[in-house]
């Protein structure tokens, strides 16, 4: 087996615990309603105030409960993480989507069932294959491509159908299937019925990095989000870069 098909093998192994696939509710019209607002980068608003908390918080200019506000919770990275300085600098359109609940169950369990069958045939699953689970197939990297096409090809599909939610969850990365990562919570605390929204504020910050004389600028991207469906409605989050810990 190639090293990167042994990657996405332990990348999707939490894929297995997932239950059946929902049923499609009536009326789910399977694709997501998303618009666009300009907004100044020094615009004095709610997703501004989150964005700059948190970042006083991470550089020990503000309340450290702000570290609170990451989507999950704060992790034991995001605890020790500290910055030495930060510049907002740039910051993309608002985007806000609204959608049917039944509409992201039902492609979470589409990637999430083309996730368990290439881990399957990776992993030599099938008629024949080892009784205990254990036996791995040997396969080149246009093997594993092959393999893994259906489910880049749902997680695309996902992408384009509702593209706020599903930059929220990661479809497009091995992370998604991070058993920390939020989305799956959220989803499940939301239920299968009604409508949903979710929100993004990417902003674009700077920070000068290494010793005095050989400082370098650093441009990196920090997202606010926020997700209300069913009785869940998180309030203004930071999304966390994409990696958990597992503590």
């Known amino acids: ?4 098909a042994l990657l996405l093998a332990a990348a999707l192994l939490p894929a297995l615990a997932f239950g059946a696939p929902a049923k499609k509710a009536p ?3 399977g694709k997501a ?19 700059e908390g948190y970042l ?17 919770g704060a992790t034991l990275t995001a605890r020790i993480f500290t ?16 959608g049917e609940l039944a509409d992201l169950h039902a492609n979470v369990d589409s990637v999430d069932r083309a996730g368990r069958d290439a881990l399957s045939r990776i992993m030599g699953g099938g008629p024949g294959a080892d009784p205990d689970g254990l036996a791995v197939q040997e396969l080149t990297s246009d093997q594993a491509a092959k393999i893994l ?18 930059y929220i969850a990661r479809v497009d990365r091995q992370v998604y299937w991070h058993p920390k990562n939020p989305f799956r919570k959220l989803l499940a605390d939301a239920g299968k019925q009604g409508r949903y929204q979710a929100d993004i504020d990417l902003f674009w910050i700077e920070t000068l990095e290494g010793a005095h004389e050989d400082k370098t600028v650093r441009r990196w991207p920090l997202r606010v989000v926020r997700f ?3 009785s869940v409605d998180t309030g203004l989050k930071i999304l966390p870069a994409s990696d958990w810990n597992a503590e």
Do not use: C, W, Y
């Not at 030495?84 to 985007?95: A, L, P, S």
């Not at 096409?149 to 599903?166: C, D, E, I, L, Q």
């Open 1 to 4: 087996m190639t090293r990167g």
């Open 27 to 29: 009326g789910a019209s």
């Open 33 to 51: 309603q998303v618009t666009e607002t300009a907004v100044a980068v020094d615009a004095d608003d709610q997703a501004h105030s989150a964005a």
């Open 56 to 72: 006083k918080a991470v550089s020990h200019q503000g309340s450290d409960s702000a570290i609170e506000s990451l989507l999950g």
């Open 83 to 98: 910055l030495e300085n930060f510049k907002i600098v740039g910051r993309e359109k608002h985007r806000h989507e609204e």
């Open 149 to 166: 096409g259906p489910t880049k090809a749902r997680a695309s599909a996902f992408n384009k159908s509702h593209p706020v939610f599903a």
């Open 228 to 230: 209300q469906g069913g």
